[in-house]
């Protein structure tokens, strides 16, 4: 808790610092402020994970936009790593040990602000933004083929979910591999957490009607318990990642 809490203050110190050096910039004909409204969507990449981003934007005065954002993400833990049974040939790769798969909703509230606008049509609009909000973290569960052996029908494979007090799944050559993901979609349990985001953008376009932006920075997630994501080794309350992001957007 005492980490998160750090992490959390250094958000809020440089976010106030940049929000006090955007004060400088004037209005000129290549501004946002032109428009109420902006809306983009894009690809995020981070540390541990991937998945889909969307920002709504309400531009409030030169230097600052309100800001509202919703990520769709995948989470792993640190040392996740995928394995292969080494006596089958056509085995399927798979985690060992893991027990969920972590699917973090973020829901996020905060500002961006301007650090250097556009002088040109085609130059580059340097902001800064941080989010803060809930984290609802879908948690769905590992499914395996195993194999089982009997008598009359030889080697078989079975799909289950990964147990890991079961002593067939406890030994690695009974397993043949992973499964597809929509295996344990309907047994999908849930937790909650926070979450914060700090970055800088990078916006660029000849019209400011569409734009891209290019986005990256630091990501924050925080739970009240550790993540159920691993049987073995020590599961985290917290998790650190660095994250790119590309998005297209709109104004209005």
């Known amino acids: 808790m005492m980490h998160s809490g750090r992490y959390l ?4 110190l440089i976010s106030l610092g940049f929000s006090a050096l955007s004060q400088d910039n004037s209005i000129n004909e290549f501004t946002s402020l032109r428009y109420d409204k902006s809306i983009s969507a894009g690809f995020e990449a981070h540390s541990n994970g991937y998945g ?5 934007f309400i531009h409030r005065t030169v230097n600052k936009n309100l800001l509202f954002s919703f990520d769709i993400l995948s989470l792993k833990h640190p040392k996740e790593t995928k394995v292969v049974n080494p006596i089958e040939d ?3 790769p798979y985690v060992y040990g893991k027990i969920n798969s972590a699917i973090p909703l973020h829901f996020g509230f905060g500002n961006q602000f301007i650090i250097a606008d556009k002088e040109v049509p085609n130059g580059i609009r340097i902001g800064f933004s941080y989010l803060i909000g809930p984290n609802f973290t879908l948690l769905k569960p590992q499914y395996l083929w195993i194999y089982y052996y009997r008598p009359d029908l030889g080697k078989y494979r079975v799909l289950e ?5 079961n002593p067939v799944h406890a030994n690695q050559n009974n397993i043949f591999g992973g499964s597809s993901f929509f295996h344990g979609l309907s047994e999908m349990g849930s937790t909650f ?4 985001k700090t970055a800088f953008n990078f916006e660029w376009n000849k019209e400011d009607v569409s734009f891209k932006v ?3 920075g630091i990501m924050i997630d925080f739970y009240p318990q550790p993540l159920p994501v691993f049987a073995f080794i020590d599961n985290s309350k917290l998790f650190v990642n660095v994250y790119a992001q590309i998005s297209l957007g709109k104004r209005w």
Do not use: H, R, S, W
Not at 9 to 12: F, G, K, L, Y
Not at 193 to 196: D, H, Q, S, V, Y
């Open 161 to 165: 979910k990964y147990d890991p007090e």
């Open 193 to 196: 957490g926070a979450f914060a």
């Open 52 to 56: 889909i981003n969307f920002q709504y």
């Open 214 to 216: 290019l986005e990256t």
């Open 9 to 12: 203050t250094v958000i809020i």
């Open 90 to 92: 056509a085995a399927l």
